[in-house]
């Protein structure tokens, strides 16, 4: 079977500085910077989707996402989505959960701008 994510893999440009990679995650599938913000996924996001899908039908939730993403200029998604990836990687390098990555608190970002 052919993951979503496998097609992307021929577009990636992998960094060979092993300081630019982030730890393999399924819910952070290898993908184009720019499309970081609609493939990636935190535990945060699938309760809030989750709670969502109880209340209204999939195809309005993916109407508001479509359109929430559509309303964003391409270059801000690449700009936004390599912030992502910084992120991402102190998290990985400093060992904090997945869980507390979103929403991260005050001081987890205080010290990622720090850094």
Not at 84 to 94: E, P, S, V
Request: hydrophobic share 40%; with cysteine.
């Amino acid at each position: 079977m052919c993951l979503p994510w496998e097609s992307f893999s021929q577009k990636l440009r992998l960094s060979t500085d092993p300081h630019n990679h982030i730890e393999p995650n399924p819910l952070h599938p290898p993908v184009l910077a720019s499309e970081c913000i609609t493939k990636w996924l935190t535990p945060y996001g699938i309760v809030k989707l989750d709670s969502l899908i109880l209340k209204f039908p999939i195809d309005i939730i993916i109407h508001c996402c479509l359109c929430l993403i559509n309303s964003i200029q391409p270059s801000m998604l690449s700009n936004y989505s390599t912030s992502l990836l910084c992120f991402n990687k102190f998290c990985d390098d400093y060992g904090i959960p997945e869980n507390d990555h979103m929403p991260a608190s005050e001081a987890i970002l205080s010290l990622f701008i720090a850094t």
